[in-house]
């Protein structure tokens, strides 16, 4: 069985950073993509990041790729992404993301998702 579990969130003043992991599990990296997407109080879930396993390649949302890094460790089965300079406009709950088939902007393009952490950023 496919699994994402993430962990990491909490709380920060603005201006602070946080580091998110995921763990898969069920399948590898090199078969997958992998990334993170937010979702904030009555918005719709935002593409945050993701990174192609087989190529390296990383992707990010608009506006993102200032803020949030995104990296993994194939061996141990874990993605990260590095939250810099967080505003509180960044507060949401971030999934951790897998799919076998590619990756994609809209949360529909996503076969296996987490159950979230939240982050929350205050001013």
């Known amino acids: 069985e496919v699994q994402v579990a993430e962990s990491g969130g909490g709380s920060v003043q603005a201006g602070g950073s946080l580091r998110l992991s995921c763990v898969a599990s069920?399948?590898?990296?090199?078969?997958?993509?992998v990334g993170w997407f937010r979702q904030a109080p009555g918005k719709e879930r935002e593409f945050v990041s993701a990174i192609i396993w087989s190529t390296g390649n990383t992707y990010y949302g608009e506006f993102m790729k200032d803020q949030f890094t995104i990296s993994g460790d194939n061996a141990q089965k874990t993605i990260f992404l590095q939250m810099t300079n967080l505003k509180p406009d960044d507060t949401a709950v971030y999934f951790c993301v897998g799919d076998p088939s590619g990756w994609g902007r809209r949360a529909v393009n996503w076969d296996y998702w987490g159950q979230g952490t939240q982050v929350t950023a205050s001013s």
């Open positions: 069920g399948f590898s990296f090199g078969d997958y993509a």
